[in-house]
């Protein structure tokens, strides 16, 4: 999907929630609107979570903690991605990763059962949920191939690149990544180690490919999509 066509679809899901917010929480009396600052979470692994959460706006970090006591980044989430059980039984079930603010979060939550009958009732909504987790799914796809397949300075530009895709600002130098980032932050979303990454990156900001500061990365994605495709 384009990213255009993309951003037109989430403006009118926005209309669908704003317009009729109030009209919603008379036939689905959970939903709420919930701020979140930065850092909060949504939900902590092992939570029994028993909402479903619709992200509004700002960036959610989803990541699991190992049995060995190591945090690892799974992904990082936006605008209308939707978390939480998509199952009925939820209230029995731990949730395998905590979700985090990064900056301001605003998001939607409400009921398994008001989610339900929400979708059942709007179509077009449903229709947007389905298509939101079938590219998720996709998304997860492609990164396992490219775990399993490609070496780690290919992995790390593809992921640059999607980033910049998703949460970029245009700027001079191509796109600008305003969400903080740490190294080991990357290399969970490539499946790589911190000093690895640590050591591409600073060999393509040699080459002029992107630039970084402990807040911000500058992505060059003509340079960067053109050592994608001679690799």
Sequence with gaps: MALSEHNAKLESMDAFFECGFEQLKQHYPSIQEVNAASKDCLY????HCVYIIWIKSGIVKLSHLTAQGTEITIALLRKGDVIGHLQGDSIHQEMEETAQALGEVSYYRLAYSDFKALLSHHAELAWHVF???YARKQKIERKLRTILTQPVEMRLAATLLELAEMFGIRCTHGYAL??????QDVADLIGASRSVVSTILNDLRNRGMLDYTRDQICINDAALSDLCHTK
């Excluded at 902590?44 to 939570?47: E, L, P």
């Excluded at 305003?178 to 190294?183: D, N, R, V």
């Design 44 to 47: 902590r692994q092992g939570d």
């Design 131 to 133: 298509e939101e987790t």
């Design 178 to 183: 305003e969400i903080h980032l740490t190294q």
